[in-house]
């Protein structure tokens, strides 16, 4: 979808029984039928059914591959392959395809890629959630969503290297390996150290203060990224004797004593409403910020129910997610044209 967003003529294969699995996710579904997961990550597409076994189905799918720049799949090994195709095949017949292959666990395991079992195994869920709770898993899925920007990323690179060199590449993302890089500071946390990581709730394992706290009416978040900050941010909640105090003129000192900083800041948080203290911080330029609901931060956006959040990169919504197979027939006839002209005709 985010290439789609970015003016990319993206064609969605699905099998005619039923289709994407995610139709199915839910409810919410909308008056006609689609999922809300479905939804959210489907616009710009046209939709055909290809039936695998059938082989007027599989030339239509090679057809429409051999003028593609880029395929992306997600089957397990050797799927197409029994059917006489796949990356090797496909890129030996056309050297400057771009060819991305999205698995859970790696071209070489056929466990299925699920969000919540990767983060599970990437060590996600031990580092979320409460000091004194069970492991948590992020109330988004954040495993899918980094292995998709990851796809986009790499994509985009073979597209660049292609232009340069006229070769194609087979390019592997897999949800387990995306996650585990986005462990980032706190995997490097460990390699430094070698102690394994705790779970700090809204708090940072890095920083203090950066965490939550309660105003008088509602939660803010106050993060503290430098001893700039720290300053400012001591005096724009009037706790002259913090600020005044050496021992915590530097973020390793208030790491030593992050219950006192904590204790005392929550305190004074907790006096006044929060919107009284972030008009004070933000004009002491101290990094702040109310915990809004989902209905708050939607009223705030050009969102829809139909074509979902504004894209995050530059980009236009051309058209809704589609119907399983709604763009077959309109395929089979004209092929990629089918893209073009039913985009203008919406126009």
Known sequence: MILADMGADVIKVERPDGGDETRGWGPPFAPDGASA???SVNRNKLSIGVD????ADLDLLLRLAREADVVVENFLPGTLERRGWGAAIARAERPALVWCSISGFGGGSRRPGYDFVVQAESGWMSITGTPDGEPMKHGVALADVIAGKDACIAILAALVARGRTGEGRHVQVALAASAEAALVNVAQNTLVDGRPPR????AHANLVPYQLFRASDRDLVVAVGNDAQWRACTGALELADLGGDETLATNAGRLAQRDRVVGEIAGRVAMQTA????A???????PSGIVRSVPEVLAQ???SARTGLPPSVPGSIRLPPPRLGEHSALVRAEGWKAFTSLVERSA
């Open 37 to 39: 997961y479905f939804l």
């Open 52 to 55: 695998l076994e059938v082989s």
């Open 199 to 202: 779970r700090w709730g809204n």
């Open 275 to 278: 919107a009284f203290w972030l």
């Open 280 to 286: 004070r911080l933000e004009v002491a330029g101290v």
């Open 301 to 303: 956006l050009p969102a």
